[in-house]
C-alpha cells in the first residue's frame, strides 16, 4: 500500500536546530526539500553555510571500527558529545603515533629489499666483498649484460682483452656477474664490455663476506623488521579491541549528529537583523502516521512549531512514493521500482504482483522437490543477505511444491505421488469447433481472461481516483473496454461449454457500441469535459486514423490473452523435459543412475527456473502494467532512513 504523505513545514530558534533534529525528526522518516526554493514567497530566507564539525571525527570512528575483527555485542554510548570528540583524538593520537613507527619500518623493509635485490644476482660468487671492493692493483665491476652479447664477450675474453669475467646467475635475458681487469688496461676493457652493454650495477662496499653472507644477513634483517611491524600491527589491534564498545557507540552517535546537522543543507534561516533572534525553518514530506506521532510527542514543546499544509501537492508538485506492505509481500517491491514506482494517486500493484507472479511461477514449475529447492536456498539467502530476488525465489518455492502436489510431480518422478488435479502432459479436453486440446493450455487461457478482467477494474479505479475522464469511460482499459472485453469473454465461455450464446442484437450493443466508443473517445470526451476543442485535422483522416488505432486494439486484445498460453506450454514442458532426464538417467530401466538424476535435476532446476521467472515478469510487466500502471511516482528518500 501507498503511505499517505502531508506536507510539513518546521521552524524555531536557529540555534534549537540541532536539539529538534536529534529529538525528534531522528525518530520518523522525512523527505527534506530545500526549504529557499520551496518557501520562494517568504522574505529574508537565507542557506545556511555552516561547516559540519562531526564528520571529520566520524570519519576517524569508522576507520577504527573497519579495524576491528570480532563483533561486539554490546556498544558503549554513554558519552557526551564533548567527551566522544575527546576520545577520537586521544585514540587518534596513540593510533598515528603506531603508524608513524610502523612507515618507518615499512620503509626500512623497503630499503633493505631493495639492497638484497641488487645482491642476490651475484650471490653464487666466492669471493670476500669488502676486501673485493678494495684491491690495491686491479679493478672491479659488478654488473649485468645482455645472453647474446654474452657470447660474443666470451670470445673477446679467449682472446686478447686482458680481464677475467667470473659468472653469477642468469636468466632468459641476462647474464650476471664481475669481471676484474689490472688498473693499466682499465680503460681499455671498460670500453669493451661498454660496446657489448654491459650495465654496471653498484654495490655498497660495507658488505662484509661473502655475496651468499651478504644475502643472508639481509633477509634476516628482513626478517627481524617483519616482525617488528607485526608487533605494531598487535598493538593496533589492541588498541582498538579494547575500546570497542566505545568505538562502535561513538560511531553510532556520531553518524546520527551528522546526519542531523547536515540537515541544515536544506533548511533555511531568516535573517532579521542583531535585534531578534534567527529562526530556522525545515520542511518536506512525512507519513501521516508519523506527522501525528510527531504533532503528539512536540505539543508541549513551545520552542518548534509545525504547521501542516494541505493540498500541498497542488501547488509545489506530487507528494513522493513511500510503499508500505506486510513482510510476505515486502520482497515483491523491488519488482515495482525495477518498472517504476507508483504516483501517489495510483494503487500500489505489490500485493497483485505477488500473488500473480508466485502463482503463475507454480503453474507453470510444479515440481514438489525442485520447489523445495528454490525454497529452502532462496530462504537462507534471505535470511543471511536480505537479498529481495531470493525472499522472491523463495515464496515462489512453495507455489512450486504446491502445484507439484497438484501435478503429482517431485524431482520429475509422476508414480511417487498421486496428481490430486491431473497430468499436465496427459490432461487433454474436448471443444466445440476446436477439437481436443490440452486441459492446461484452456485453463491457461481461462486464467488470462480473468486476469485481464480484473487489470481493467484496476484501471478504472486508477483513473477515478486521477478523475482522468477518458481512461476511466471511452479507454479500451476503461469502462467502455471492460464491457466490450468482458461479453467477448463470456460469449466465448458460453460457446465452448456448450450454452446459448448472445443473440445478435445484444453483439451489437455490447460490442458495437464500445466500438464506436473507441473511435470517438477524444470528442466524447471534450463533450464530458465541456472542453470546445477543435478537430486539428480532418474528418477522413480522424476515421482513417480510429480505424487502425481499433484495428490495433482488437489484435492487441487477442495477442494479449493467447500470450497466456505460455502458463500451460510451461507447465507440459516441465515434465516433458524431467521425463527426458529420467530416460536418459535409466529410470525408465529400473536402474536409475543418481548421479544422472541429481545432475538433470540441478541443470532444470536452474535453467527452466530462470526462464520460468523471467517469462512470468514478462506477463506482469507487458500484459497486466501495460493496462493499467503508470508508474509515474518518485522515490520517498528520507534523510534519516529508520531500519525496520
Not at 561513538?250 to 531578534?276: I, P, Q, W
Not at 473496454?481 to 450464446?501: K, P, S
Amino acid at each position: 500500500m501507498i503511505v499517505k504523505m502531508k506536507f510539513l513545514s518546521i521552524s524555531g530558534p536557529r540555534m534549537d536546530i540541532d536539539r529538534v533534529c536529534d529529538k525528534y525528526l531522528s525518530k520518523y522518516e522525512m523527505q527534506l526539500e530545500n526549504a529557499v526554493t520551496e518557501l520562494k514567497t517568504t522574505d529574508n530566507l537565507l542557506p545556511f553555510v555552516e561547516v559540519n564539525p562531526y564528520k571529520d571525527a566520524l570519519a576517524k570512528a569508522e576507520q577504527f571500527a573497519a579495524l576491528l575483527s570480532e563483533s561486539v555485542e554490546h556498544i558503549d554510548q554513554s558519552m557526551s558529545k564533548d567527551e566522544m570528540l575527546a576520545f577520537i583524538r586521544e585514540i587518534n593520537h596513540d593510533y598515528l603515533d603506531l603508524q608513524e613507527k610502523k612507515e618507518l619500518l615499512n620503509k626500512k623493509e623497503n630499503e633493505v629489499r631493495e639492497r638484497l635485490n641488487v645482491l642476490e644476482p651475484f650471490s653464487p660468487l666466492d669471493l670476500e666483498l669488502h676486501k673485493t671492493m678494495h684491491y690495491k692493483y686491479m679493478k672491479v665491476r659488478f654488473g649485468r649484460i645482455g645472453v647474446d652479447y654474452y657470447k660474443r664477450l666470451e670470445k673477446y675474453l679467449f682472446g686478447d682483452l686482458q680481464a677475467v669475467f667470473l659468472e653469477g646467475t642468469r636468466n632468459e635475458n641476462y647474464v650476471y656477474g664481475c669481471y676484474f681487469v689490472s688498473n693499466i688496461d682499465t680503460s681499455k676493457v671498460d670500453s669493451a664490455f661498454n660496446s657489448l652493454h654491459f650495465e654496471r650495477i653498484a654495490i655498497p662496499s660495507e658488505f662484509i663476506g661473502t655475496p651468499k653472507d651478504a644475502c643472508i644477513s639481509l633477509q634476516k634483517q628482513i626478517e627481524d623488521v617483519k616482525k617488528e611491524i607485526e608487533e605494531i600491527d598487535r598493538k593496533i589491534e589492541e588498541l582498538v579491541s579494547s575500546h570497542a564498545a566505545k568505538i562502535l557507540g561513538v560511531r553510532k552517535r556520531l553518524e546520527e549528529l551528522s546526519n542531523n546537522f547536515d540537515v541544515r543543507k536544506m533548511a533555511a534561516r531568516t535573517d532579521v537583523g542583531d535585534t531578534k533572534e534567527d529562526y530556522y525553518i525545515l520542511c518536506g514530506w512525512m507519513g501521516e502516521g508519523d506527522v501525528q506521532a510527531l504533532m503528539e510527542e512536540a505539543k508541549e514543546d513551545d520552542r518548534v512549531f509545525i504547521v501542516v499544509e494541505e493540498d500541498r501537492e497542488k501547488f509545489f508538485g506530487d507528494p513522493p512514493t513511500k510503499l508500505k506492505n506486510p513482510r510476505f509481500f515486502k520482497p515483491f517491491e523491488l519488482f515495482i521500482k525495477m518498472y517504476g514506482l507508483p504516483a501517489h494517486d495510483e494503487m500500489d500493484p505489490t500485493m497483485f504482483v505477488a500473488l500473480t507472479y508466485t502463482f503463475i511461477f507454480g503453474a507453470m514449475f510444479g515440481d514438489v522437490g525442485q520447489g523445495f529447492c528454490l525454497f529452502l536456498i532462496g530462504g537462507l539467502i534471505y535470511i543471511k543477505k536480505k537479498m529481495s530476488l531470493a525472499g522472491i525465489v523463495s515464496i515462489a518455492g512453495i507455489f512450486s511444491m504446491i502445484f507439484g502436489v497438484m501435478f503429482g510431480s517431485i524431482f520429475g518422478f509422476e508414480d511417487v505421488i498421486p496428481a490430486l488435479w491431473m497430468r499436465p502432459v496427459d490432461a487433454m479436453t474436448d471443444l466445440p469447433f476446436i477439437g481436443q486440446l490440452n486441459t492446461v493450455f484452456i485453463i491457461a487461457i481461462a486464467f488470462g481472461m480473468a486476469l485481464n478482467i480484473l487489470v481493467m477494474l484496476f484501471q478504472i479505479v486508477n483513473a477515478a481516483k486521477a478523475h482522468d475522464t477518458e481512461n476511466l469511460w471511452f479507454s479500451t482499459n476503461g469502462v467502455a473496454g471492460l464491457v466490450f472485453y468482458g461479453f467477448l469473454v463470456l460469449t466465448i465461455v458460453l460457446y465452448m461449454t456448450g450454452h446459448r450464446v448472445p443473440g445478435n442484437i445484444m453483439m451489437a450493443v455490447f460490442l458495437g457500441i464500445p466500438i464506436l466508443i473507441f473511435v470517438f473517445k477524444e470528442p466524447l470526451t471534450n463533450l464530458v469535459e465541456h472542453n470546445h476543442k477543435k478537430m486539428e485535422e480532418s474528418k477522413v483522416m480522424f476515421l482513417v486514423q480510429g480505424f487502425f488505432e481499433l484495428f490495433e486494439t482488437l489484435l492487441s486484445y487477442f495477442s494479449n490473452t493467447l500470450s497466456y498460453v505460455r502458463i500451460g506450454a510451461f507447465a507440459v514442458s516441465h515434465a516433458a523435459i524431467m521425463e527426458v532426464v529420467l530416460m536418459l538417467s535409466g529410470a525408465e530401466d529400473g536402474a536409475p543412475n543418481l548421479f544422472g538424476i541429481i545432475l538433470g535435476n540441478i541443470v532444470v532446476c536452474a535453467l527452466e527456473g530462470l526462464i520460468v521467472g523471467i517469462q512470468v515478469l514478462r506477463l506482469e510487466y507487458y500484459e497486466m502494467f501495460s493496462r493499467f500502471y503508470k508508474g509515474s511516482g518518485r522515490e520517498f528518500k528520507p534523510f534519516n532512513k529508520q531500519s525496520k
